[in-house]
């Protein structure tokens, strides 16, 4: 390809103890979790609010925080959001969690909850814990002393800013900065998925009669291909999400099978709310980390697990997260979190959704405090010390054997 040098000079904005980029919940709790530690934080975000997939992507339910046998497993931040996103709009949590005890029961503990009012939520709590919020503003290129990112250039309404940091945490969800900074990283495959909401008539009826409006809201799909690919069309291809070209062909695609569904309905019976405000891809690219999470290391212990985290389809299965899959030995100061740790095939999917993307979001945000209040490379911190904090925070960091279940 032909090549271009761009020579240019840009303003150097701040110093930041941390830069977190992207603002899912991942990084929403990397940021909450440093600025609760007394660092002044930096969270840049692309789009126009918090939560990612979470909230602007429609992905509007909490996978389980528990094993299905009654046992909550995943807690600390990851409970905290649950309970925070259902405060004021939708909430499903079974009655025998409403109060978030564990009880011996069959039923999970989850819950849908309304995205946006949860993505106001989190605008103010991080406001409110003291993390500058730059919204509409992406975060372009690390800057490499070798492999030291000296801090990040965005790019935003403001023009090219270099913005010097500490710590730099990736949460775009796509392993953007780690990318670019030379970093090992594997890409992924994804499906053609693309879930909008609509008002229907019908919807309507049906909120009138309960009493309640989300009742009147539903899904409208483009492409409907489920997390196993069922429904993938044979002359559609998989997108790796990572370049314009993927993202650009996954929306069209997407966007015309949409419209030609709706070409065929009732125009008076039903309106478009909502298009995905992000592309609805599971795993776009992920750091090659320093451990990579297997599904065959289910029930398996972890000296430096950061998280114990339990699977959202086989109700028995857990696991525990090492802090190796959120690093890269050599790389001082840069770590990931969220659906871009480190993890292969199934062990992907159970580790990228909203709990445990919390988790490991919280768990950077420790680590990276404690890099910084030691002086040591974020991949050779201590990590009885990071696991002792944690457990302060009130994560379960190993699982109990006594909740192993060899049959499910
Ligand atoms: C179709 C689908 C269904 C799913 N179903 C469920 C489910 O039912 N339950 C569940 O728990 N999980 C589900 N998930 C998974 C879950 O939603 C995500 O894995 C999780 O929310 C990821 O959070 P994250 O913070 O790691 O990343 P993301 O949500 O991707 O957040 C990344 C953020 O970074 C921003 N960003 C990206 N690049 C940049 C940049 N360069 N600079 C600045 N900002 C940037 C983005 O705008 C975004 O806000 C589903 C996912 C998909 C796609």
Not at 76 to 92: D, H, I, P
Not at 163 to 177: H, I, S
Not at 277 to 287: G, N, S, V, Y
Request: net charge negative; with cysteine.
């Amino acid at each position: 390809m032909e090549q271009y040098t761009l020579q240019m000079q840009i303003p150097v904005r701040g110093q930041y103890d941390v830069i977190v980029a992207g603002g899912g919940v991942a990084g929403a709790a990397a940021a909450l979790s440093a600025a609760r530690c007394g660092k002044k934080v930096l969270l840049t975000e692309k789009s126009t609010m918090l939560g990612g997939l979470a909230t602007m992507g429609l992905i509007n339910y909490f996978e389980p925080l528990c094993n299905g046998r009654g046992k909550k497993i995943i807690s600390g931040m990851a409970e905290e959001f649950l309970l925070e996103s259902v405060k004021y709009g939708w909430n499903t949590i079974p009655p025998q969690w409403k109060d978030g005890q564990s009880k011996e029961t069959t039923a999970r503990y989850i819950t849908h909850y309304s995205p946006y009012i949860f993505a106001l939520q989190l605008t103010e709590m991080l406001h409110n814990a003291g993390v500058t919020l730059l919204f509409d503003c992406n975060a372009m290129i690390p800057v490499m002393e070798g492999k030291h990112c000296a801090g990040v250039i965005t790019d935003s309404k403001s023009g090219l800013e270099l913005y010097p940091a500490k710590m730099v945490v990736d949460t775009t969800g796509d392993a953007d900065l780690l990318r670019r900074s030379g970093m090992p990283t594997v890409t992924g495959q994804n499906y053609f998925t693309y879930i909008g909401r609509q008002v229907t008539l019908e919807g309507c009826r049906k909120a009138l009669e309960t009493g309640e409006a989300r009742q009147a809201v539903s899904s409208i799909c483009g492409g409907g291909a489920s997390l196993y690919g069922n429904g993938q069309p044979e002359d559609v291809p998989l997108f790796t999400g990572t370049t314009a070209e993927s993202v650009s062909e996954y929306l069209i695609r997407n966007q015309k099978v949409m419209l030609d569904k709706l070409k065929k309905q009732d125009r008076l019976a039903r309106e478009v709310t909502t298009l995905p405000a992000m592309p609805q891809f599971r795993t776009t690219c992920r750091i090659d980390g320093d451990y990579t999470l297997r599904e065959e290391d289910k029930y398996t212990h972890f000296p430096d697990s950061v998280a114990a985290i339990c699977d959202f389809d086989r109700r028995n299965f857990l696991y525990e997260v090492p802090y190796r899959t959120l690093t890269r030995a050599g790389y001082d100061n840069l770590i990931t979190a969220g659906r871009s740790a480190a993890a292969v095939g199934y062990a992907w999917d159970i580790l990228r959704v909203i709990p445990p993307a919390i988790i490991t979001g919280q768990a950077a945000g420790e680590a990276v405090c404690q890099a910084i209040d030691t002086g040591k490379a974020i991949w050779d911190i201590d990590i009885s010390h990071l696991q002792n904090t944690l457990e302060t925070r009130g994560v379960m960091i190993h699982f109990d054997n006594n909740d192993i279940v060899k049959e499910d």
